[in-house]
């Protein structure tokens, strides 16, 4: 199959992920991605691309699902709701919509997904102005519904963060560790202006959400343990998507699988794990977005995980495999 039909196939799919079965032959079609078998990678990137682009309140029950299969979880490790797991397949049962333009962009992306943090931020963004309009309301849904997003609705806009109160902490403490990462890296502190991406004129969830992400993305590095690597983007993108429903997060991971699978059969399984991990990770972690990180700066990055019962991310690979790769290629 040429790579053309693998992508209309891809497309099908994604619009009629029904077609590739429930929950057991999702289970199968995941086990035999990891042993190799390069259309089962298809059909598991594509169920992954569904809940990213056209149906993300289907994440927990497809993610939990994947990753179960992927890491061999006892059952029952991950608890969804009867209802809510049977109401999100339901939607799986309907025709996944995308906007007119959307598989344009999707694939000149996969065909040239760019180096830089920033260029695959700006591009993966991008590809949210493309979904269906149907999609805002489904999003909007998630952020009013999902249990770790902490009521966002209800919840003003945080104030901005500033330099000087960080590098004002103490050393050793999260607030200076923070410090440090901005301005060593010559990170941005809240990552993008929120007044000139009009994050005040979304739905309340969705501004609050989207506000709060920018702002402690970086917090959330340190204290879940995930390095600022290629391969530990992926992994907190994934975290992300199961601690809250952050729809930027599911759009990352499902362009990195598609990427994977189309261009480098070979770093699928690398991927995926990295995605397995990370949402695992995010569903048994207690919900960041309820903590009040700003009330923790002065204390050490150890003693605030012992007092919400945080465990640092683990993986089986090495943090910085990719750039060990690129720098020995």
């Known amino acids: 199959m040429s790579q053309t039909d693998q992508q209309r196939a891809f497309e099908r799919l994604v619009v009629d992920i029904a ?37 993300p309140e289907a994440a927990m029950p497809v993610l939990d699902c994947i990753t179960t299969a992927w890491l061999d979880l006892a059952p029952g490790t991950l608890a969804v709701p009867q209802g809510q797991q049977e109401a999100a397949f339901a939607e799986l049962a309907t025709p996944g919509l995308v906007g007119p333009d959307f598989w344009d962009r999707f694939w000149d992306f996969v065909g040239n997904p760019g180096s830089s943090g920033d260029e695959v931020t700006a591009r993966v963004a991008s ?16 952020a009013e519904t999902h249990p770790g997003a902490a009521d966002a609705a209800t919840r003003p806009l945080p104030p901005r963060l500033t330099l000087d109160v960080l590098g004002a902490q103490p050393e050793g403490s999260l607030g200076h560790a923070f410090y440090r990462l901005i301005v ?14 009009g994050l005040a004129e979304m739905h309340p969830a969705l501004a609050y959400l989207n506000t709060r992400i920018l702002q402690m993305h970086d917090v959330w590095h340190l204290m879940g343990g995930y390095r600022t690597t290629a391969l530990q983007e992926v992994g907190i993108s994934a975290f992300q998507l199961a601690q809250f429903g952050h729809g930027y997060s599911g759009m990352l991971i499902a362009t990195a699988a598609a990427t994977s699978a189309f261009n480098s059969p070979e770093a699928f399984g690398l991927i995926m794990q990295l995605i397995a991990e990370g949402w695992l990770h995010g569903r048994i972690t207690p919900s960041f977005m309820a903590i009040e990180w700003e009330k923790e700066w002065h204390l050490p990055i150890a003693e605030i995980r012992a007092r919400h019962g945080i465990r640092a ?4 690979f090495p943090a910085d495999l990719i750039e060990q790769m690129r720098d020995a290629a």
């Open 184 to 197: 060593d890296n010559d990170f941005n502190l809240e990552v993008l202006d929120r007044e000139a991406i």
């Open 19 to 55: 077609s590739l079965g429930g929950k057991a032959e999702l289970e199968n079609a995941t086990r035999r991605a990891k042993a190799g078998e390069a259309e089962a990678a298809l059909s598991v990137a594509a169920a992954i691309a569904r809940i990213g682009f056209a149906t």
């Open 313 to 316: 991310f683990e993986s089986v």
């Open 127 to 142: 590809l949210g102005a493309a979904l269906h309009e149907s999609v805002k309301a489904r999003a909007i849904r998630v």
